[in-house]
């Protein structure tokens, strides 16, 4: 399938990688579906205020959207696509820079894969695929990882790069521990719902008091660098089994209502709690203000 990509907005830059992964994306569509080589489809990045013009114009509805789809078979759409005889052309996909990069920081994914799942999701829609009921919905979601797999953007491909990246940020980390009382350095890594990390490491005192684990000055940092809603933290030591936190830094987490904390050692052992299970019955915010 021909695929004619323009990028006609200056305020997100779009590189060469995520062309290629866009264009990868459509490309394994076709595959998929039996598409024919000399088939085409075009595919504009646009700003906010264009793709609102769009919107208003032909849905009639003068808001701003991540994407929109202009099949040429508006009345037919489906599988049959691929044998429409105006010169084999499926349609055309508009998408919105900016509305992609704000959703994939507000839904921690990126830019990357929220731009390349808009045009496979786009590409779906001219092949007649629809999401207005849950059966629906469902077809087209795994439709859509179907073809972000390929390109290895799916969710497993996200959730396990996610990992990796937290547990080296943590080792970084730990490298920096200042631990001359214990000796026992411990490296701790954040990810905030926007994807930004922030690690932390121990640092003793010879008033033992004023020490602080890794995980709080992780967390810390977080939050001193704007990262206020946090989703996993990593946390990592030498030790026999996963590194567990102590219940200071178990206050700390439950203050934050981290979901996922993530705790390793140097072997790779894991294990996985959210903040509930580290610390039940934690004294936050919103029970302290009970009656």
């Keep these: ?9 200056k305020k997100i830059v779009l590189d060469t990688g995520i062309k290629e992964c866009i264009k990868g994306g459509l490309s394994t569509v076709a595959k998929l579906h039996g598409i024919k080589d000399t088939a085409e489809v075009g595919i504009t990045i646009v700003d906010d205020k264009k793709i609102r013009e769009l919107n208003k114009k032909y849905r009639h509805i003068d808001r701003i959207t991540d994407v929109l789809s202009f099949a040429l ?7 049959d696509i691929p044998d429409c005889p105006e010169k084999d052309l499926l349609g055309d996909i508009v998408i919105s820079a900016e509305t992609a990069k704000r959703q994939g920081e507000e839904f921690g994914h ?9 045009a496979v999701h786009g590409l779906l ?7 207005e009921k849950a059966a629906e919905k469902k077809i087209m979601r795994a439709k859509e990882e179907e073809a972000l797999r390929a390109v290895k953007l799916s969710e497993e491909y996200l959730e396990k790069d996610m990992e990796k990246k937290l547990l080296k940020a943590a080792l970084a980390a730990k490298k920096n521990a200042y631990a001359p009382y214990s000796g026992f350095k411990v490296g701790a890594a954040v990810m905030s719902c926007s994807g930004r990390i922030f690690s932390g490491c121990n640092v003793e005192n010879a008033s033992y008091g004023l020490s602080c684990c890794a995980e709080r000055n992780a967390i810390f940092s977080a939050m001193a660098n704007g990262g206020k809603v946090l989703e996993v933290l990593c946390v990592v030591a030498d030790t026999k089994g996963p590194v567990e936190p ?6 700390v987490i439950a203050e934050f209502k981290i979901p996922r904390i993530i705790l390793s050692n140097l072997k790779g052992d894991t294990r996985e ?8 019955f ?3 915010l919103d029970r302290s203000e009970q009656d």
């Design 273 to 280: 709690f959210t903040w509930e299970e580290l610390l039940p």
């Design 282 to 284: 934690a004294f936050t």
């Design 73 to 79: 078979n508006e009345d037919g759409g489906g599988p």
């Design 110 to 118: 990126g830019f990357e894969r929220e731009v390349v799942y808009l």
């Design 125 to 131: 829609h001219i092949l007649g695929f629809n999401h």
């Design 1 to 9: 399938m021909f695929i004619n990509l323009e990028n006609n907005q």
């Design 246 to 251: 102590c219940g200071a830094c178990r206050q």
